[in-house]
């Protein structure tokens, strides 16, 4: 995110002041009636950036939308 905001890694606010890791964690982690990871999409705001997570794997970072 500071490579692409183009700003000093320690200006960002912690990411898990936005999104509870623990919770995305869960939401992707294998359930007892799975054999592999479950599938899905999550999206928020972080920074001036939109962020997208696909299947637990896949980020795509766009421009933050301003209403």
């Known amino acids: 995110m500071s490579d692409r905001e183009d700003t000093d890694p320690t200006s960002l606010p912690p990411l898990a002041s936005v999104i509870d890791p623990e919770a995305l964690d869960a939401l992707f982690a294998a ?37």
Do not use: A, M, N
């Open 31 to 67: 359930t007892g009636e799975t054999t592999g990871d479950r599938r899905g999409t999550v999206s928020f705001d972080y920074s001036e950036s939109h962020l997208t997570i696909v299947d637990g794997q896949t980020v795509v970072v766009e421009p933050q939308l301003k209403l």
